[in-house]
């Protein structure tokens, strides 16, 4: 057995079981969120990606949530405006090393981005009911990938982290570095086809018995090293 991270690196199977009911109980699905559940999920990953840390994402997410970005009340020049200035300035988390916060990266672009998305969630009208319509989860991600500034990874985990799927993978760095540590797939890398990707993914859950959103949370705080302290404790019982 491997432990790294101060613990396990790599034995997926053996490391699994200590860690299901845990992680199982944190996933534990409930109804779909509402509309204001989406949206604001949709918001928060859009704020995200391109080298920016959970840690800011987080800190950008309070500060733009006060903009109301999905009000009709908004013209989008002056919406965009606001949120350059909301990104622009130095206060998000994490802290640097001498305690001073941070500056959000690519403020500008996150703002077109932004302004994109929402032209584009009003004119929908309602996401639950368009979702709700759709015939499978793979459908329903098909459909919130026409929002500008969605691909499939994204779009996977507004879904799924707004229980609208289950059988989705999210398949950022943390999952592509265990599957080829597990020697799932070659190198850690998605290349251009998500859905090939995802189903040996979702071939190994099934693999180790395991729910994809469970195991997913998993290897994120895994290989983030950041176990979360109520997961670690039940999993030491």
């Known amino acids: 057995m491997r432990w790294d991270n101060g613990g396990v690196h790599g034995d997926w199977a053996t490391m699994w079981p200590a860690f299901a009911q845990a992680y199982d109980e ?3 699905p409930g109804p779909p969120a509402s509309e204001p559940g989406l ?5 928060f990953c859009l ?11 987080r800190s950008a997410m309070a500060v733009v949530a006060e903009l109301d970005v999905f009000s009709e009340r908004h013209g989008a020049d002056a919406l965009w405006a606001d949120l350059v200035g909301a990104l622009s300035a ?5 802290p640097r090393k001498d305690g001073s916060p941070r500056r959000y990266r690519f403020p500008r672009r996150k703002a077109t981005l932004i302004v994109g998305a929402r032209a584009w969630v009003l004119g929908a009208g309602s996401l639950t009911d368009r979702l709700a319509a759709c015939a499978c989860e793979r459908d329903r991600r098909a459909w919130l990938m026409s929002c500008p500034g969605l691909g499939p990874k994204s779009a996977s985990w507004v879904l ?6 289950h059988d989705l993978a999210i398949l950022d760095i943390h999952v592509l570095r265990a599957m080829a540590e597990e020697g799932v797939i070659g190198e850690p890398r998605l290349g251009a086809d998500y859905e090939a990707v995802e189903r040996k993914f979702l071939d190994w859950c099934r693999a180790l018995n395991a729910a994809p959103a469970a195991f997913d949370m998993f290897l994120w705080d895994w290989q983030r090293g950041t176990l ?10």
Do not use: C, K, Q
Request: glycine share 10%; no cysteine; proline share 8%.
């Open 228 to 237: 979360r302290p109520a997961t670690a404790a039940a999993a030491a019982l």
């Open 26 to 28: 944190l996933v534990s």
């Open 160 to 165: 799924r982290n707004t229980g609208w799927a």
């Open 90 to 94: 130095p206060r998000f988390d994490p």
């Open 47 to 57: 704020l995200g990606g391109h080298g920016i840390t959970y840690e800011m994402n």
């Open 39 to 43: 949206r604001d999920e949709l918001l």
